[in-house]
């Protein structure tokens, strides 16, 4: 028979699986807007660990500004994690099926 072992392959997902379930807790984003107005930290499962914002954006009063501001910050750490996230995945992926 050929080289194909699915036990052997399975066994390879898994341990990929495992190893970017791993990845995902250790990866921590930051992003913010505003010039840095509000900023938000995030895991790789994208959780929101903590959301900073500067008294100064408090103190303008323009309240939807500001909930614009979270927004775009949130946005911009979600998308740091998926490139991360597709970067780590890549690169796993780029050593199966040689």
Do not use: Y
């Not at 052997?8 to 791993?22: C, D, F, I, N």
């Not at 921590?28 to 790789?44: H, I, L, Q, R």
């Amino acid at each position: 028979m050929g080289g194909f072992n699915l036990q052997e392959l399975m066994s390879q997902a898994k341990k990929q699986t495992e190893v970017l379930q791993k990845k995902m807790e250790e990866t921590v984003v930051e992003a913010s807007s505003g010039g840095g107005s509000v900023t938000v930290k995030m895991n790789g499962r994208k959780q929101v660990l903590g959301v900073k914002i500067e008294p100064d954006a408090v103190q303008s009063g323009d309240l939807e500004m500001l909930q614009d501001l979270v927004a775009a910050a949130v946005n911009a750490a979600g998308q740091k994690v998926d490139d991360a996230m597709q970067s780590t995945l890549g690169g796993m992926l780029g050593g199966l099926g040689q």
